[in-house]
């Protein structure tokens, strides 16, 4: 469910017109309701309510201070994967005690700057960077608490480029060898082992693979006691999708997911953590664009949008279907035409969709891009020189710029000249 609907013939997010945003930010822009962030979020909260948990946001997925700022008042955790991220993390008040640092390849420095900064756990993900770890952490007179990944072996059935608990994928440790890893994790010295962290791919539409890895989880985490270690906080990552389509069938909701989570793992009175990203913030943001052009091809219509791949990457990166809706609301039973919508890039990747059935649409209307919330902002670059478009943030009736478009001079000027030229 999402705050993105249409009113007297317009669409709004919450009680304002997209239009207006428009008026006053120009396109493109990517635009975020409050009250899906935060219902998105507390959805997750309740579903495990009981157990002592921690919700940590996957900030991955939309990092913007704003966003943060808004999931911290309602007390979420944070998980970062890079010193930028950790960064960010605390610069909007997020306490290193709700920070959880996962990712393969911490550097020296990421692991020093959390270690300085505080922090409640590292997720680490290989021998190497545990002894690494350790020994900067000794150094530095500190004992940090971490969990080790465990990569379960388990198909999410997701998109390949985000499935991540295959064993030919690069993360965790492969469960197979946990014992081994473990022994030797408890006998460094500046980390304390108080946990098992999985996750197993994002976009997962079906509990199934969660449940498998959740088992393979709850069965280690009592090896392992039995071997003698404390196993008391079980990271069981994110992961779980989002409808991209309002023709979809519904995945599973965070309830589903919570209830799974107490059936496979409760019995064991550990603490509990979760990552989500994606259903947190995916449907509580939409990229809005301008239609440029309507060009005829040989057998085809283009709608030639002031958006591109540089804004979202999504179906040029992993074939994503977005919904594309008109901003002025369609009058009922409208009729439809196929169009292949693409952007301005020079690169015929540059397609957002192909035979894609809209109402008519001229040049100077503007579309709207669902689920776009989450690995879009994120992801967009400035390839061919297009600035990175606006952040808007929506409360009820009134909307803030939480990222402004730079000037093409601002740039430039990032750019150093040697002294040779
Ligand atoms: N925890 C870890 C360790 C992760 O690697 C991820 C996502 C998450 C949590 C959050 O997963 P989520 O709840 O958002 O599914 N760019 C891709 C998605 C990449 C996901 C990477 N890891 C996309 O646009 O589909």
Same mark, same amino acid.
């Given at each position: 469910m999402d705050h993105f609907l249409y009113r007297d013939g317009a669409l709004y997010a919450e009680d304002v017109a997209i239009a207006d945003i428009a008026a006053a930010v120009g396109t493109p822009f990517y635009v975020y309701s409050t009250a899906t962030l935060e219902r998105h979020f507390r959805l997750f909260d309740e579903a495990l309510s009981g157990t002592e948990h921690l919700v940590c946001? $996957?900030?991955? $997925?939309a990092s913007n201070q704003a966003i943060l700022r808004t999931l911290a008042a309602l007390g979420a955790g944070m998980d970062v994967v890079s010193g930028g991220e950790y960064a960010r993390a605390r610069a909007a008040g997020? =306490?290193?005690?709700r920070i959880v640092f996962s990712g393969v390849g911490k550097t020296r420095a990421e692991i020093a700057q959390a270690l300085t900064g505080g922090i409640r756990q590292f997720n680490l993900e290989s021998e190497p960077e545990m002894r690494l770890l350790s020994e900067i952490a000794s150094a530095m007179g500190q004992v940090v608490p971490v969990t080790i990944r465990v990569n379960p072996d388990v198909d999410a059935k997701t998109h390949a480029k985000i499935s991540t608990g295959k064993s030919e994928n690069k993360f965790g440790i492969p469960i197979s060898r946990a014992r081994a890893v473990y022994a030797e994790a408890a006998a460094l010295p500046g980390i304390e082992v108080i946990g098992i962290d999985v996750h197993i791919g994002s976009q997962l539409t079906d509990l199934a693979p969660f449940e498998a890895a959740f088992l393979k989880v709850a069965e280690l985490t009592e090896t392992l006691r039995a071997d003698g270690h404390d196993i008391r906080r079980l990271d069981l990552g994110g992961g779980l999708g989002i =409808?991209?389509?309002?023709?979809?069938?519904a995945p599973p909701l965070p309830t589903d997911f919570g209830a799974l989570i107490k059936r496979t793992v409760g019995h064991l009175g550990c603490e509990i953590e979760i990552e989500p990203g994606r259903l947190i913030v995916g449907n509580a943001g939409l990229l809005v664009s301008e239609a440029i052009y309507v060009k005829e091809g040989e057998d085809r219509q283009f709608l030639i949008l002031d958006a591109a791949m540089n804004d979202l990457i999504r179906p040029a990166m992993y074939d994503a279907w977005h919904d594309i809706v008109p901003v002025i609301e369609p009058a009922p039973g409208a009729e439809q035409m196929a169009y292949d919508v693409v952007g301005p890039v020079c690169e015929s990747g540059d397609t957002f969709a192909k035979g894609r059935m809209l109402p008519q649409i001229q040049a100077g209307d503007l579309v709207a891009f669902r689920s776009a919330g989450a690995y879009g902002a994120v992801m967009s670059s400035e390839y061919n020189t297009r600035p990175l478009i606006p952040e808007v943030l929506v409360k009820d009736d009134h909307f803030a710029v939480i990222r402004a478009r730079p000037t093409f001079d601002e740039i430039i000027s990032r750019d150093t000249i040697p002294a040779w030229l």
């Open positions: 946001y $996957a900030m991955k $997925a997020v =306490p290193g005690d =409808p991209y389509t309002r023709s979809n069938e």
